[in-house]
């Protein structure tokens, strides 16, 4: 994917839980017989956790299992994920069935990564694609859940003609759409790209021209490693440009999973790099989440030479842990 130029579980607290519980408006509180939960789901299946469970006397093991797999944080949803309705209806229903709440990631939009092309991809099709997202969004249905919405898309733009901006901005909407229509509990963040790719001002030209306005917010720094500081810098700006623009400005989320040593200006698998902040409220955005899983690679590149994009990699992860 191209990203530049691109402790314990979560902090619970009485703050938090008051945040998470205004996620969902009114009746949906409930979900079955069940409260709703005041933090977020640990992926049982995700990654790290399952190297663990194959690995586990690796030294490197405990390490993993501790600061990366007993995180919460992103599953990430594409053409990999089969049935991806009967897929995110599995996820969203084990995590209300464990009173949690899920972060899902979809990323299936036509020509993905289109620039660096490491994780290229997508549906073959706007009708294909417009049929994925709308069983993505049934599948959650009106459980409650956070939807990061298609990694890239708009930074993008620079590799893309303007009737295939024009398309994708087309999908984006319709995406947006028949989420409020199919996932009403759902918040959907449309993701903004990061501090080193864009400026603020076009990015806010970006967001408005895909449907920003029926999203819940916006992410930020998926799969970078932009510092949380430079990040709410950038988020802010973006939401002056909307003001001043559009009249509106949106919430913001920030992946802080990689960014514990900021960026050395690379976006691919670059050495050096640290886990960051846990997930919680607060840290200048809305929230702060793990969405790339630490560990799994970013492509072909840097430490990651020789892998392939979304593949674990438990050298790079724990190197992740201690920050070499």
């Known amino acids: 994917m191209r990203r530049s130029n691109r402790r314990t579980s979560l902090l ?192 806010a030209r970006h967001l408005a021209a895909a449907g920003v306005a029926g999203a819940h917010g916006f992410s930020l720094n998926v799969s970078n490693y932009f510092t949380t500081a430079e990040n709410t810098a950038y988020g802010n700006a973006v939401n002056a440009a909307l003001r001043a623009t559009k009249g509106f400005s949106k919430p913001y989320v920030v992946d802080t999973s990689r960014n514990g040593n900021g960026s050395d200006g690379t976006w691919c698998n670059p050495a050096g790099r640290r886990i960051g902040r846990r997930p919680q409220t607060g840290g200048g955005a809305e929230l702060l989440l793990w969405i790339k899983v630490p560990g799994e690679s970013d492509g072909n590149c840097g430490v990651g030479t020789g892998s392939t994009g979304g593949q674990f990699l438990p050298e790079v992860a724990y190197r992740m842990v201690y920050g070499y």
């Not at 997508?122 to 709308?134: C, D, L, V």
């Open 12 to 203: 619970v607290a009485p703050a938090l839980t008051a945040v998470l519980l205004a996620l969902v408006p009114g009746p949906a509180h409930a979900v079955g017989p069940a409260p709703l939960a005041d933090d977020f789901y640990v992926d049982p299946g995700s990654g790290p956790q399952l190297w663990v469970n194959a690995n586990r006397g690796d030294g490197r093991a405990p390490a993993i299992q501790s600061s990366i797999a007993d995180v919460p944080m992103a599953r990430w949803f594409g053409n990999w994920s089969g049935a991806v309705g009967t897929a995110t209806a599995a996820y969203t229903r084990a995590a209300a069935a464990a009173g949690k709440r899920p972060v899902l990631v979809a990323y299936n939009i036509p020509d993905r990564d289109i620039c660096a092309g490491q994780s290229g991809g997508g549906a073959g099709s706007a009708a294909e694609y417009r049929s994925w997202i709308g069983a993505f969004a049934a599948g959650i249905g009106s459980r409650p859940a956070l939807v990061v919405l298609e990694p890239d898309s708009l930074g993008d733009e620079s590799c893309m003609s303007p009737a295939q901006i024009a398309a994708r901005n087309g999908l984006l909407n319709d995406a947006l759409a028949q989420f409020r229509a199919k996932a009403p509990n759902a918040w959907v963040y449309l993701d903004a790209g990061n501090p080193g790719w864009l400026g603020a001002d076009t990015m």
